[in-house]
């Protein structure tokens, strides 16, 4: 099965970061780039989920629609239950207000505060193994 | 302490008799039991009172005959107890008065004694129980002023109110200097005078539900100048009678104390909202510096681009210098008065 991943930051520059670590490890891999909410949850609904993995490293703090608002529209449309979508949240937050409501979305594989290091996304490219 | 009076052959004692014969009896009598009695001898009323005007010196005890010259009877008992101030008397009267004297004990006066019964023994026996009759009024009078002085010295302002009405009934120093009102004011208002009238049901039920646990609440009082200030009430009902009871109220001036709490509760507020600051503001570029440096290490020196990054770096490095700058600022601000 083939995977795909969703990087949704509105800093392109970590994005950047991210996207060249899983390039030097996965150079395949398609890499699609989301800045808020509403525009990642349109380009999830327009993958084919059912026939690939579908990895999305999500960040919280977004201008515009954020990354709550992302997790709650996949409640709304069920795409908490698809077992080929794994949802990684990757946030500069510490804090613990933050880290609270993320353990309320019991479906989430990990969350991990910035910076991430090659070995971490070794591990998120892992899981579809 | 009840101090009886120990210098006993010391006293101090008028005679206010107009017959030779009996003052020279009685003043021998004295002298048998009190050795050293210092005896003063007034005939009539206006000398005794001339006396009592020029002179302040203390007089243990005052012996009154019934009948004087210008003035007797009961009119003579009260304009003596009118000049005499708390000094025992004790009268002496004829057989044919003995209604008049226990007339005059109703008035004020300590004892009577029968003239044709008069003997050292019982003159001494009366003498002694008027004075100690005497020490233990004033230590009841003294107590009871000190009970007073609680009240009306308390640094709280205190209020005491009629129960049922809530009239006020009295009220201390510290009610009157932190309200404005005079005392005269005061008893002319009722309790609930002092409240906004949306407040007024709020006491009422306070006061007469009694309960134990909740008799301290919020209030708002008017004062006189019309500012309002925010209390804390404290309710004790005490017995003043069989039927009768007052209310006691404590009013604590809590609006300093709120204000301050107001003011811990914003600079709470702005700690939080550094907190959060730090949260996610600051570890923004702080992630993508780490990160960079990350991507740079991987690739060991091999990275495209490398100038690229350094200039990342450097725009995410003054980035993070404005957010600390930032901070700083804020928290110099912190601004003790919650007025703004």
Known sequence: MKKEI????????YSL?????????????????????????????????????ILLLLDINMEHQDGWYFLDSMQTKGYQLIPNIHTFIITSSTDTSDIKKIEKYSWIKKYLHKPIYIKDVMEFLSVTE | MVKIVDNLEHLSILIIEDNIGDFILVEDYLLEKFKYAHIEHFVDFENTKTFFENNNKNLDLILLDLHLPSLSGIELVKNILKIMGNIPIIILTGYSDIALAEKSIQLGVYDFLIKDELNPNLLQKSIHFALNRKSFISQIENERIKFENLFHLSPQPMLLLNYGD??????????IEKYGFKLAEFLNMSFLDLHPTNEETMVTNLIFEKTQDEN??????????????????????????????????????????LKHLQTIVSQNKKLKDIAWTQSHVVRAPLARILGIINLIEEEKGNLENLLFWLEQLKVSSNEMDEIVRKIIEDTRNFDLNIES
Do not use: C, W
């Open chain 1, 6 to 13: 969703i990087i949704i930051d509105d800093d392109p520059i």
């Open chain 2, 216 to 257: 301290s609440k919020i209030f708002t009082h008017i004062l006189k100048n019309t500012n309002t200030i925010h209390v804390e009430l404290y309710f004790k009902e005490v017995a003043v009678s069989k039927e009768k009871n007052n209310i006691i109220v404590q009013s604590n001036d809590i609006t300093q104390r």
């Open chain 2, 166 to 175: 809530l009239k006020i009934l009295d009220a201390n120093y510290a009610a």
């Open chain 1, 17 to 53: 970061v991210v996207s060249k670590m899983i390039h030097k490890l996965e150079p395949n891999t398609p890499i699609h780039f989301s800045t808020n909410g509403l525009d990642a949850i349109q380009k999830l609904e327009n993958m084919s989920f059912f026939r690939n993995h």
